[in-house]
């Protein structure tokens, strides 16, 4: 049985390289949520995007590996994301 997604679902995750694929994918980031984790209280990012059909398609592809991106593009959300 699929998934229900409602709308103004969101898609939080801290994977950077996961983010800077749907950037490149022309997914629009809505924010970066910062939390302190871990015994060090160091800050991660959690970027936030919205849910729909087409993201989670998109998702589950990059986890089986099934994604293919223009190489210079990635690179460049990835240094954006980074730099954020």
Same mark, same amino acid.
């Given at each position: ?9 969101? #898609?939080?995750?801290? =994977? ?9 994918? %022309? @997914?629009? &980031?809505?924010? *970066? ?12 990012? #959690?970027?936030?995007? =919205? ?9 589950? %592809? @990059?986890? &089986?590996?099934? *994604? ?17």
């Amino acid at each position: 049985m699929e998934k229900e997604i409602k709308k103004d679902e969101i #898609y939080s995750t801290r =994977d950077i390289y996961l983010a800077a694929t749907l950037l490149t994918l %022309k @997914f629009y &980031n809505k924010r *970066i949520d910062f939390q302190v984790e871990g015994s060090r209280g160091t800050p991660v990012g #959690y970027f936030i995007f =919205d849910l729909n059909e087409e993201i989670d398609e998109v998702i589950k %592809k @990059f986890w &089986n590996s099934q *994604i293919r991106i223009e190489p210079k593009e990635f690179v460049y959300n990835l240094r954006s994301l980074k730099s954020q």
